[in-house]
């Protein structure tokens, strides 16, 4: 069983009267936001978690506050506060697809919640939570960049070890469909590897070679009526002085 998590708040107190303010405020599960009991104490959302969850409405219980576990021996407090996490993060999931769950995530990105890029050139951009499977005990959480379109391990080992199915795969694209004016423009700028400031012959054809692509798909793009500079989802191209002009060593 996973050991006791650490609790802290903004008070400075390590009491809290409600189980989801104990949750939220314990370190690692700052990914999370807040699931309304009404969307947990519906059963429609809940469909199917029995099969995952062992004794699902006492772990309902806890959730919504209705149930206490002191006094309970210590293996069954345990696996009881176990099965209450794990039903909170299933439910989450689903959760954060709705309008309301959106609206909460979207507060967090904008806060930096889930951490920034670390690619030089996507310049601190927020990323996002996303899972690569829906099924529990199977991945663990990533982050995704939208302007470089790539997945990061969290920097924290605490979020490391979060369940990649607490969000799900879907996340992210249901964000950028409810909030398009987020999706950002793509980098052009690249970094390839010099001696002395030369570009290495090979390096320098494969920067070359991927250049003529890229614009030959931005060229096709246009006849298509499609817009690709500096719009939602597009590329941007760096300011000037940005980008050294290639040389190649031989």
């Known amino acids: 069983m996973p050991q006791e998590e650490e609790y802290t708040s903004d008070s400075g107190s390590d009491f809290t009267e409600y189980w989801i303010d104990w949750f939220l405020g314990t370190k690692g599960n700052e990914y999370f936001c807040d699931i309304d009991f009404e969307y947990i104490t519906d059963r429609f959302n809940l469909t199917g978690l029995s099969t995952e969850v062992n004794r699902i409405s006492a772990a ?23 099965n209450a996490r794990f039903l909170y993060g299933l439910v989450h999931a689903r959760y954060i697809i709705t309008q309301r769950g959106l609206a909460k995530m979207l507060e967090k990105y904008r806060n930096g919640d889930f951490g920034y890029c670390p690619r030089v050139y996507c310049k601190l951009q927020p990323l996002l939570p996303v899972g690569l499977n829906d099924s529990p005990r199977l991945q663990p959480v990533k982050l995704y960049c939208p302007r470089c379109e790539d997945l990061y391990n969290p920097k924290s080992s605490r979020h490391a070890a979060i369940d990649g199915a607490f969000f799900g795969s879907s996340f992210p694209a249901m964000f950028f469909q409810a909030y398009p004016h987020l999706v ?6 690249r970094y390839v590897p010099k001696v002395f400031g030369f570009q290495l ?6 920067a070359r070679w991927q250049a003529v692509q890229r614009q030959k798909t931005e060229a096709r ?8 500079d500096n719009c939602p989802g597009g590329y941007v191209d760096p300011q000037e002085g940005e980008e050294e002009p290639v040389k190649s060593a031989q």
Request: charged fraction near 30%.
């Open 184 to 189: 950002p423009t793509h980098p052009t700028e």
């Open 221 to 228: 793009l246009y006849e298509l009526g499609v817009p690709v």
């Open 201 to 206: 012959h090979e390096y320098a054809k494969l």
């Open 60 to 82: 309902i219980d806890i959730i919504t506050d209705n149930a206490k576990i002191e006094g309970q021996p210590a293996e069954v407090k345990e696996q009881l506060e176990y």
